[in-house]
Structure formats: structure tokens, C-alpha cells
């Protein structure tokens, strides 16, 4: 393993460690670099968010995959 993959595991892990398996909105805004919810929202309304996004049935606001945010900040630094 290179010192490029072991970053890239060792970030997927904090970041597993810091929001479990799933990230949610307030946090999820902040990862993708939005300063505020209402640009998050539209860019979500119009389909430009690098990661796949999605409602989860009785809880409030958006979600995403923990390891889908790690890859895409893996793939902003190549």
C-alpha cells in the first residue's frame, strides 16, 4: 500500500469514526464546502452535488454515505 492509499483509508476511517456510517445534514453542508443551507439547497435542487444525496424515511433533512464524501475529498486532492 502507498502513502496516497494509506491517507486516503486512514481519512475514510476518521471520518467513519467522527460520523458513522452516515452524514448528516448540518454536517453534510460543512463537507461539501456550502457556507450556507440555502446554496446546499439549491445546488441539491438543481442536481450538482458531488455525492449522492437522500431523504431517509421519519428523520429530518438530507443524508449521505460517510465513505461516498471521503472518496470525493480523496479524489479533490489527485
Known amino acids: 500500500m502507498n ?3 494509506t491517507s ?9 469514526e467522527l460520523y458513522g456510517p452516515m452524514v ?10 456550502f ?3 440555502a446554496a446546499f439547497y439549491k445546488a441539491r435542487r438543481e442536481e450538482k452535488l458531488p455525492v ?3 431523504d ?6 438530507p443524508f449521505a454515505r460517510t465513505t461516498d464524501i471521503a472518496d ?4 479533490m486532492s489527485e
Not at 448528516?24 to 464546502?33: I, M
Not at 470525493?72 to 479524489?75: D, K, P
Open 35 to 37: 457556507k450556507t443551507y
Open 72 to 75: 470525493w475529498l480523496e479524489s
Open 3 to 5: 502513502a496516497e492509499s
Open 24 to 33: 448528516r445534514a448540518r454536517a453534510l453542508v460543512a463537507a461539501l464546502g
Open 56 to 61: 431517509l424515511e421519519g428523520r429530518r433533512g
Open 8 to 16: 486516503a483509508a486512514q481519512r475514510r476511517r476518521e471520518m467513519l
Open 52 to 54: 449522492k444525496v437522500f
